[in-house]
């Protein structure tokens, strides 16, 4: 598939503080990339560079194959790169209609042409019953649709989303998330994604770079990186991630096993020696066989969140795990169960 946006090891610094550290990824035309990270990490830097708004101290930018920017250098300037920015705010003209929001970034703005390009937007989006409105009238999550919207209009090469939801409420977000992948999905717009949000960035992309410490720790599909990270620290990151201590023995020609507290289990590790044994909470599960050989551990704590929940089991040896569970199975605080592993653990040196 044909590379839209394109990063090689892109570098930058404000002053002595570095920034971005040779970052490079790819973003494939007509796919939603998810660039995840931690605040304070780079995110927003490496968007303005895309932009045009900053030039980077050292790497390559490409669009559409085009070299744009390189080693301190702007090659393109940010209105004819076709990037299609909508920030954490929308940033709404508060005097202008929708249709005027819209068509704001379109040359010509009062031919028929644009009159039927902004149609089409509102058709996208489904807000053809406000345009004439005011951003002041409309809900948070429409602004955010009349500002995609926007950016969507000049068929931009990419189009760059900072935080989209960041100023929503939590029983907002998920309906907008949706309705807004919805809309990238029907338009083919290919998107780079920037989200701390790890939930949305795994529900909503087809490829996460996740960046850590100022560079790329892992990019790939949601589901590599949730279940074969490549690091300790992306494991944390990018899930709930349940550890204990144990010892891996790996290369054997039954496989690669680990011993802990949770018993003798698989592991895509083929360490050997002392590690640390990760899993994710879900792969936990009450042990009703009563045969006597699964680990046993005291529910320690118990939160209920509705459709699932989550129990807080103190095993034997004093370490503590975290399983999920369906709402209807979570024990009691001070029951004792049995537990059992499903599935192949993680373990790091």
Same mark, same amino acid.
């Given at each position: 598939?044909?590379?839209?946006?394109?990063?090689?090891?892109?570098?930058?610094?404000?002053?002595?503080?570095?920034?971005?550290?040779?970052?490079?990824?790819?973003?494939? @035309?007509?796919?939603?990339?998810?660039?995840?990270?931690?605040? +304070?990490?780079?995110?927003?830097?490496? #968007?303005?560079?895309?932009?045009?708004?900053?030039?980077?101290?050292?790497?390559?930018?490409?669009?559409?194959?085009?070299?744009?920017?390189?080693?301190?250098?702007?090659?393109?300037?940010?209105?004819?790169?076709?990037?299609?920015?909508?920030?954490?705010?929308?940033?709404?003209?508060?005097?202008?209609?929708?249709?005027?929001?819209?068509?704001?970034?379109?040359?010509?703005?009062?031919?028929?042409?644009?009159?039927?390009?902004?149609?089409?937007?509102?058709?996208?989006?489904?807000?053809?019953?406000?345009?004439?409105?005011?951003?002041?009238?409309?809900?948070?999550?429409?602004?955010?649709?009349?500002?995609?919207?926007?950016?969507?209009?000049?068929?931009?090469?990419?189009?760059?989303?900072?935080?989209? %939801?960041?100023?929503?409420?939590?029983? #907002?977000?998920?309906?907008?998330?949706?309705?807004?992948? @919805?809309?990238?999905?029907?338009?083919?717009?290919?998107?780079?994604?920037?989200?701390?949000?790890?939930?949305?960035?795994?529900?909503?992309?087809?490829?996460?770079?996740?960046?850590?410490?100022?560079?790329?720790?892992?990019?790939?599909?949601?589901? @590599?990186?949730?279940?074969?990270?490549?690091?300790?620290?992306?494991?944390? %990151?990018?899930?709930?991630?349940?550890?204990?201590?144990?010892?891996?023995?790996?290369?054997?020609?039954?496989?690669?096993?680990?011993?802990?507290?949770?018993?003798?289990?698989?592991?895509?590790?083929?360490?050997?020696?002392?590690?640390?044994?990760?899993?994710?909470?879900?792969?936990? @599960?009450?042990?009703?066989?009563?045969? +006597?050989?699964?680990?046993?551990?005291?529910?320690?704590?118990?939160? %209920?969140?509705?459709?699932?929940?989550?129990?807080?089991?103190?095993?034997?040896?004093?370490?503590?795990?975290?399983?999920?569970?369906?709402?209807?199975?979570?024990?009691?605080?001070?029951?004792?169960?049995?537990?059992?592993?499903?599935?192949?653990?993680?373990?790091?040196?």
């Amino acid at each position: 598939m044909t590379t839209a946006l394109e990063l090689r090891n892109v570098s930058q610094a404000f002053g002595t503080n570095g920034v971005l550290d040779s970052v490079s990824f790819a973003v494939r @035309e007509g796919s939603i990339t998810a660039l995840l990270g931690p605040s +304070g990490v780079g995110k927003t830097t490496l #968007l303005r560079i895309i932009c045009g708004f900053e030039t980077p101290q050292h790497g390559s930018v490409f669009i559409n194959s085009q070299l744009v920017a390189r080693d301190g250098q702007s090659l393109v300037p940010p209105e004819h790169r076709g990037v299609g920015l909508v920030p954490q705010e929308g940033s709404l003209f508060p005097h202008l209609s929708v249709s005027a929001n819209i068509a704001f970034g379109l040359q010509q703005r009062r031919s028929a042409a644009t009159r039927r390009r902004v149609q089409e937007m509102l058709d996208l989006v489904d807000l053809s019953s406000c345009a004439d409105m005011r951003p002041d009238q409309l809900s948070g999550g429409m602004q955010q649709r009349v500002a995609l919207a926007r950016a969507l209009a000049p068929s931009p090469a990419v189009v760059l989303l900072d935080e989209p %939801f960041a100023s929503l409420d939590a029983s #907002l977000r998920a309906t907008v998330r949706s309705e807004i992948v @919805e809309v990238l999905r029907r338009s083919g717009a290919t998107t780079l994604w920037v989200t701390h949000d790890q939930q949305e960035a795994l529900s909503c992309a087809d490829t996460v770079a996740l960046l850590l410490d100022h560079r790329i720790a892992q990019c790939g599909a949601p589901v @590599e990186l949730y279940r074969s990270p490549a690091s300790r620290q992306v494991a944390e %990151f990018v899930g709930e991630a349940v550890q204990l201590s144990g010892v891996a023995s790996g290369g054997t020609v039954a496989g690669s096993f680990v011993e802990c507290a949770l018993g003798r289990l698989a592991t895509t590790s083929a360490h050997d020696g002392r590690v640390t044994v990760i899993l994710r909470p879900e792969q936990l @599960e009450l042990d009703e066989s009563n045969n +006597g050989t699964a680990p046993r551990g005291t529910v320690v704590a118990s939160r %209920f969140y509705g459709h699932d929940g989550e129990i807080d089991v103190r095993l034997a040896n004093g370490e503590v795990v975290v399983a999920r569970l369906h709402a209807r199975l979570l024990p009691q605080v001070g029951a004792e169960v049995a537990l059992r592993v499903t599935g192949q653990v993680l373990a790091f040196a």
